[in-house]
């Protein structure tokens, strides 16, 4: 270092204006960086804009995902502990926090909306009751709000100031430059300010490159002109050279580090502190940036995959949560005409509902978007429905007037002797009853019981005045004893297809004969049965059709008591037949929403299959036996 007290001064100043006049031809001004450094810190508006929105949905999407478990209360204390120190608090943390308080103020309003349109309400109807919590959060998102706006006001009048210091600054420099006087001095001067203007950080945004650049011009300009000996400007190239070395390395362990964003900030502050360090020797200064710029470059490369794959996540989470909204808005009302439909299409909104749960955020321009889509298709289909059980239960009320009209009439007839006439007029009555629609469930069983004991008691003392059907009942005994004695004398070594056609022939035959008597019928017919099911067995003869036998076979033991049972069954068949095809669909729905991706996933949609062929299977059965019931009635009439 030189003596402060260099007497010599004078002669090195000459010599440094030589040195000084020999490098202007070639070196380039003082500046921190070549010009593509200033094209790598210093980017356009627009693309720092563009980085900022990127980080700020990262910092979002984080700061979302972490408050999506809190509940209402607990949202709430930590809007009072926010609200207590404004100033640590970001602006995506609060945002955050309003976003999931509304969700699940919303959900809860949805749900009692839900059930009150279930209990018959109509959704116009609904008024949602008063939230005492979300009153008290409107209250503190007040008082955030306010502190917030005073915060931002105080910093931008911090900003302001700050501006004023640093303009004062370059105008210190100015007059180092202009007149400079004695070289110790000025130096010292110099760098007094350099460091005041490193201490003095935010500025309004709109001024820091136009700043940055008078700053740097008179440095550069301080430098052309100072008479310092190289002691001194050997020593400062060293010393920066010793910090933008540091830098490098700093920058190069950031392509490391994992959190590809924080890489990405501190990258801004290593970028800031190099541009705050003073220049090196002229032959080091490309060496140098162009290492920091390396490093640089691979840490923007990574910052720059990670939102294009973050925004390729989006993408697709928006175009699933698109085909939601297409499914429920493509609904077709028109088909949904009875409960069991509406209940299994709710059933697959929920599901939807779900589904669109376990999706991710979409593209932040487009997610308030889509939900309020998906949302509004919801609500047009709960709305639906609301009016659709509001005008199911006026039919439902009107349809139980019918059906009291028709007991009342059956109650009128049950004790008429007028056996043909009023057999009848009942089976009449029966059938106008199967045109008339539901009922609500708490009456359906019992107006089902009034109607059919009416019935049941004339069809009872009709059949006791009647009893001299007692020799036809004998031969159909005789008749059935023989088709018992033909179905025995198959012989076990005849062709199956000509076995299998005797066998149905006989079947036929028997279900042709009428009925036997009541204390022969059980025997007989565990005599025909067992010899059916024993050809069935060594034929392989279905067992759909196995069964379906059995049950005409049986046609003459329902009826016998009174051809009212037939309507009973035939009743008892229906609900079981509508039991199965809800049970179907429901199954068929899941199939919907199952994949193959496990060995558990496969063995479930495997049994499931299982299980809706057997239901299809049965179906069709129950089909058939109602088909051989009807047959039944209209032969008897």
Known sequence: MMDTH???LPEKAAELEEDKKAAEVSEPALTETPAEEATQEEKPAEETAQEEKLVEATQEEKTVEATQKLSKEEILAKLKEISAEVENAGKQEIDSLKQAFYKLHNAEQEAAKKLFIENGGAAENFVPTVDTVEEEFKNIMSVIKEKRGALSAEQEQQKELNLQIKLSIIEELKELVESPDDANKSYTEFKKLQQQWNEVKLIPQAKVNELWKSYQLYVEKFYDLLKLNNEFR?????KNL????HLCEAAEKLADEQDVVSAFHQLQKLHQEFRDTGPVAKELRDEVWNRFKAASTAVNRRHQQHFESLKEVEQHNLDQKTVICEIIE?????????????DNKTQEI???????KTIGFAPQKMNVKIFERFRKACDEFFRKKGEFFKSLKEGMNVNLDKKRA??????ALKDSTDWKATADELTKLQKEWKTIGPVAKKYSDAIWKRFISACDYFFEQKNKATS???????ENLNKKKEIIEKLTAIDENMDTDEATQLVRELMKEWNSIGHVPFKEKDRLYKQYHGQVDKLFDHFNISAANKKLSNFKSNISNIQEGSPQALYREREKLVRAADAMRNELQTYENNLGFLTTSSKKGNSLLTELNRKVEKLKADIELVKQKIKVIDESIRSAE
Do not use: G
């Open 350 to 356: 929920i599901a939807l509902q779900n589904k669109w």
């Open 330 to 342: 493509a609904i077709d009302y028109n088909e949904l005409t009875n409960f069991a439909a509406w």
């Open 406 to 411: 028709l007991c009342e009439k059956a109650e």
């Open 242 to 245: 010793e910090i933008k070395t």
């Open 234 to 238: 050997e020593y400062d190239f060293k």
């Open 6 to 8: 260099d007497t010599n």
């Open 468 to 474: 001299s059907q007692r020799s036809i009942e004998v």
